[in-house]
């Protein structure tokens, strides 16, 4: 792995650490998990513009495909990869400790890990890195509302329904075209093996993300006769 890229992961960690600190001071009353999903949401929203910046050619977003990785695009990783760190590091020692994320977090770093030590795929993995970055502002905002005492509104339901499709038509739509993709290159297997195992958890919190809008919708339409009748 280059030097520079390392220093970047470094820096990155202290970054968030800081960055976090600094919105813990800014809102004293606010929970741990408030607090770290702010600096979760500058993540995202930098993630995908670090991203988008790196694209070489917008008429084929995932192009050059098997190809080495480009300093825009190691740079852009290693910015994620040093904030899935600190958020692995926060997830210890939160206080909802949570095994999904745990899951996630692992099998994300240990897959950016070795795309910048092996210094390839990088346009399949930021590509990934865009589709599962998209959809995490909204993640964010509903647990953000619910913490400043907005809940059961159109508001709440308006940011679930965005959550719910921009996560489908980025997880469970492009995201199984860049596991394809990544699994039939000439690639290390345990990127092969990352690559599976993240679309592997996106899957699973498919399932979860239909059942709580089911239930969502339920609730709104139960409500919606309750107030007819």
């Not at 929970?31 to 929203?45: E, G, L, P």
């Not at 000439?186 to 899957?203: R, T």
Request: aromatic letters at 12%; glycine letters at 4%; one cysteine or more.
């Amino acid at each position: 792995m280059e030097d520079y890229v390392v220093n970047w992961v470094i820096s990155g960690v202290v970054f968030w650490a800081t960055t976090f600190i600094f919105v813990r001071n800014l809102f004293p009353k606010r929970s741990f998990d408030f607090c770290n999903r702010i600096v979760s949401t500058i993540h995202a929203t930098t993630a995908v513009c670090l991203a988008s910046l790196s694209v070489q050619s917008w008429s084929c977003p995932v192009c050059p495909l098997a190809s080495k990785s480009s300093p825009a695009q190691m740079k852009a990783l290693a910015v994620s990869l040093s904030y899935l760190i600190y958020d692995l590091i926060c997830c210890m020692f939160g206080h909802h400790f949570n095994f999904d994320n745990f899951v996630h977090h692992t099998v994300s770093i240990v897959g950016i890990g070795a795309g910048l030590a092996y210094e390839m795929c990088g346009s399949e993995m930021v590509a990934a890195m865009w589709i599962t970055e998209i959809s995490s502002p909204f993640l964010h905002m509903r647990e953000l509302l619910k913490e400043l005492g907005i809940r059961d509104t159109d508001l709440n339901l308006a940011v679930d329904i965005l959550f719910a499709v921009i996560f489908s038509l980025a997880r469970m739509v492009v995201g199984p075209y860049l596991t394809y993709v990544t699994l039939s290159a000439n690639y290390p297997l345990l990127i092969k093996a990352m690559a599976l195992g993240l679309q592997l958890v996106s899957a699973f919190w498919f399932y979860k993300i239909l059942r709580m809008v089911r239930h969502k919708l339920g609730k709104k339409m139960k409500a919606h006769k309750s107030v007819s009748h």
